[in-house]
C-alpha cells in the first residue's frame, strides 16, 4: 500500500476501502460467469490492475467505483467466455465446473487461515453444481446477462451499459436464458433428504454394494468425471443407474487407504475422496425426490488445489 493510499490521520482512505469492499461481489460475479476458481480471481486481480492504473484525478471522476469495477469485471468475462468455448473444444474428456468447498476463502494461496467474512463466496442455489452446468449451455451474452439481472438484479438498462447492447436485447437474452432454466427439473427434495441420500450413497459405495447403488439411482442417471488428461477418467458419461452403480462399485473407493468424507459441495451435499490428507476427486449431486440423477466427480488435480491443505 502506498502513501497516497492513506488520510491525513493514517488510516486506508475511505474511497480505498470503498473500492476494496467490492471485492467479494467481483468474485461471486466471476464465478458464476466462468465457473473456475483460479480464472475468477485472475478477473478479479486484472480488474483491479486497470483500476489502479488510472490517474487519481481519473479514479475522482469515477461517482460509482464499484459500479465501474463491475462493469470492467462483466466485460472481462464476457470476453474469456468466448475463447473458453474454444479452449473446451481442445479441452480432455468431459469439462465440469470447479466444485467449491463450504469454507472457501479467497486470499492469495488459499490458505485455510482466518479471513474476514467479506471474503468468502456466498453459497447458495446460483452456485450450485446443477445450476452452473446450464450456465455453461448458455451463449457468453445469455450467461453475462442472466446473471447480472435475475441472480445480481441489476436493471436491465444497467446491464445493457455493462455489456454494450440496448436494455431490449438484454431482455431478449434473459428471456431466452431463463427458458434453459426451465428445462431442468426443480428439485423437490429438501437439504436434508438431499444429505440422506448422499449419505446412503457413501454407506452402499464403500460396501461396493450395487444393488444398494442401484436403488439410490435414477434408472436414466448419469455420471460424468473430470480429470482434464491429467489424471484417468473416463472421457464420456456414463449412462444409466446400473452402468453408473457398477462403476462407482468397481472404483477406487473401497481401497483401504482412501477415505470418502461427506462435505458440502457448492452449497449442496456432496463427497470427497481423500488418501493421506490429499484430495483425489469430489463429487456433486443432483437429486431428484428419493433418487440420485446426476453426479459430476471432478478429478482434475488443477481444479482441486482449494480441497487440498
Given at each position: 500500500m502506498s502513501t497516497q493510499d492513506l488520510s491525513e490521520d493514517g488510516q486506508v482512505d475511505p474511497g480505498l476501502s470503498a473500492v476494496l469492499s467490492e471485492r467479494r461481489q467481483l468474485i461471486n460475479l466471476a464465478y458464476r460467469f466462468l465457473g473456475s476458481v483460479a480464472d475468477a480471481e485472475d478477473v478479479v486481480q486484472e480488474t483491479y490492475a486497470r483500476w489502479y492504473a488510472l490517474s487519481p484525478k481519473e479514479q475522482e471522476a469515477i461517482a460509482a467505483p464499484g459500479g465501474w469495477l463491475t462493469k470492467v469485471a462483466s466485460r472481462i468475462c464476457l470476453d474469456l467466455l468466448g475463447s473458453a468455448r474454444a479452449?473446451?473444444?481442445?479441452?480432455?474428456?468431459?469439462?465440469?465446473?470447479?466444485?467449491?468447498?463450504?469454507?472457501?476463502?479467497?486470499?492469495s494461496g488459499r490458505s485455510h487461515t482466518a479471513v474476514d467474512p467479506a471474503d468468502r463466496v456466498t453459497l447458495d442455489e446460483s452456485v450450485n453444481m446443477a445450476f452452473l452446468v446450464?450456465?455453461?449451455?448458455?451463449?457468453?451474452?445469455?450467461?453475462?446477462?442472466?446473471?447480472?439481472?435475475?441472480?445480481?438484479?441489476?436493471?436491465?438498462?444497467?446491464?445493457?451499459?455493462?455489456?454494450?447492447?440496448?436494455?431490449a436485447a438484454c431482455r431478449k437474452l434473459a428471456s431466452s436464458a431463463r427458458r434453459r432454466i426451465s428445462t431442468q427439473p426443480a428439485p423437490v427434495t429438501t437439504q436434508s433428504q438431499r444429505t440422506g441420500i448422499v449419505r446412503d450413497f457413501k454407506q452402499a459405495w464403500e460396501a461396493k454394494d450395487i444393488e444398494a447403488l442401484i436403488g439410490l439411482l435414477d434408472p436414466d442417471a448419469t455420471a460424468i468425471t473430470d480429470g482434464g488428461g491429467l489424471v484417468g477418467a473416463l472421457l464420456h458419461p456414463v449412462e444409466?443407474?446400473?452402468?453408473?452403480?457398477?462403476?462407482?462399485?468397481?472404483?477406487?473407493?473401497?481401497?483401504?487407504?482412501?477415505?470418502?468424507?461427506?462435505?458440502?459441495?457448492?452449497?449442496?451435499?456432496?463427497?470427497?475422496?481423500?488418501?493421506?490428507?490429499?484430495?483425489?476427486?469430489?463429487?456433486?449431486?443432483?437429486?431428484?425426490?428419493?433418487?440420485?440423477?446426476r453426479i459430476w466427480a471432478v478429478l482434475n488435480p488443477e481444479k482441486l488445489r482449494p480441497w487440498t491443505g
Open positions: 479452449r473446451r473444444e481442445r479441452y480432455v474428456g468431459e469439462w465440469v465446473p470447479e466444485p467449491l468447498p463450504g469454507g472457501m476463502e479467497w486470499i446450464v450456465l455453461e449451455s448458455m451463449t457468453p451474452a445469455e450467461r453475462v446477462v442472466f446473471i447480472l439481472h435475475d441472480v445480481f438484479h441489476y436493471a436491465f438498462a444497467e446491464v445493457a451499459e455493462i455489456v454494450g447492447r440496448t436494455p444409466g443407474g446400473e452402468q453408473v452403480a457398477r462403476f462407482f462399485a468397481g472404483s477406487a473407493a473401497g481401497a483401504p487407504e482412501v477415505t470418502i468424507v461427506e462435505c458440502a459441495v457448492n452449497g449442496q451435499p456432496g463427497l470427497v475422496l481423500q488418501r493421506a490428507g490429499t484430495t483425489l476427486s469430489v463429487l456433486a449431486f443432483d437429486v431428484a425426490g428419493d433418487r440420485i440423477t
